[in-house]
């Protein structure tokens, strides 16, 4: 069974950045396209952007522009690299890897913006 694991999340100032990343296990993770997605309290969970597996990325409008999704196939490790960091953007953040069949999420990392 795959295996997600997140890590990187921790308390930031707005303003401020944060790299969050992903290693994946047990599948072969070039072949996916991978996603974080993130939490808030009373909250849905959301999209936050995705990556194939040939790198192409997608945002939500949310983030556009402030975040960026990366992968590193080789280490398979899927990035965030979140700057200019805004309170609301306060939330548990997840990995998932975007299979149609078995898809998997990692546990979440969480990510706080305050002052």
């Known amino acids: 069974q795959v295996q997600l694991v997140e890590s990187g999340g921790g308390l930031v100032q707005p303003g401020g950045s944060l790299r969050l990343s992903c290693a994946a296990s047990?599948?072969?993770?070039?072949?996916?396209?991978m996603g974080w997605y993130r939490q808030a309290p009373n909250k849905e969970r959301e999209l936050v952007a995705t990556i194939t597996s040939g790198g192409s990325p997608k945002y939500a409008d949310s983030v556009k522009g402030r975040f960026t999704i990366s992968r590193d196939n080789a280490k398979n490790t899927v990035y965030l690299q979140m700057n200019s960091l805004k309170p609301e953007d306060t939330a548990v953040y997840y990995c998932?890897?975007?299979?149609?069949?078995?898809?998997?999420w990692g546990q979440g990392t969480q990510v706080t913006v305050s002052s």
């Open positions: 047990g599948t072969s993770f070039s072949f996916y396209t």
């Open positions: 998932k890897l975007e299979s149609r069949f078995d898809p998997a």
